[in-house]
């Protein structure tokens, strides 16, 4: 199994960006995907998680400008950034907990990171 996330780059304060991250694999069942965000020297932090099927759920610091969904016939999970502020400047991970031919049981997957870099 495989998560690979796509659409990070450089935006202005003000701008958007959609981050985009698909599993790959022999996959039998995706229960909750989400993104988290890091910045060097500070703990990796849970931005927005969505159940299959559920609410989803944001950090207090992106509700109202962040949207999370997903794809299960494409087993992608995507965050729509939308008002972006320079301290969204964080390298961002897809993570996804998947049922996997093989293993058995549901297992914490990562995806490999992108850099979102926003300039004031």
């Known amino acids: 199994v495989q998560l690979q996330a796509f659409g990070g780059g450089l935006v202005q304060a003000g701008g958007s960006l959609r981050l985009s991250c698909a599993a790959s694999?022999?996959?039998?069942?995706?229960?909750?995907m989400r993104w988290y965000r890091q910045t060097p020297g500070k703990e990796r932090e849970l931005v927005a998680a969505?159940?299959?099927?559920?609410?989803?759920n944001y950090a207090d610091s992106v509700k109202g400008r962040f949207t999370i969904s997903r794809d299960n016939g494409k087993k992608t999970v995507y965050l729509q950034m939308n008002s972006l502020k320079p301290e969204d400047t964080a390298v961002y991970y897809c993570?996804?907990?998947?049922?996997?031919?093989?293993?058995?049981?549901?297992?914490?997957?990562w995806g490999q990171g992108t850099q979102v870099t926003v300039s004031s």
């Open positions: 993570n996804a907990v998947i049922y996997s031919v093989g293993d058995g049981r549901y297992r914490d997957y």
């Open positions: 694999g022999n996959i039998l069942s995706t229960n909750t």
């Open positions: 969505v159940i299959s099927g559920g609410n989803p």
